[in-house]
């Protein structure tokens, strides 16, 4: 079986119990070792020193898996073309990373 996604549970304090489950295809946040060379253009905010980083996979716009590599191939080409879906990815990226800065600038990144 190949991959099946990425599990997730937001659990706010003092939520009275309430909490959120989820699964998503694309890992919305990650957290561990640093890579060497860092990525300050994937979304990625990391503090030098401890070596941890916190890394965001968000995406947005799907297509289906094709019938064939052809068509697979097609579907690939349309969404990498679609307007709509650059638009919905950049308004994705924006808020990511607007709130990775806010996070950093509360002192919870470095």
Known sequence: AGHRGHFFLLEPAGGGGTAFLGCTPERLFGIGPAAAGGDDDGGAED????????????????????????????????????????????????????????????????
Request: glycine share 6%.
């Open 47 to 110: 503090s030098p020193d401890d070596g941890i980083e916190l890394v965001s996979e968000a995406l947005a716009g799907t297509r289906p898996r094709g019938k064939n590599d052809i068509t697979d191939d097609a579907l690939a080409v349309e969404l990498i073309e679609s307007p709509k879906d650059n638009l919905e990815n950049f308004i994705t990226e924006r808020y990511i990373r607007r709130h990775f800065r806010d996070m950093r600038r509360r002192g919870l990144l470095e």
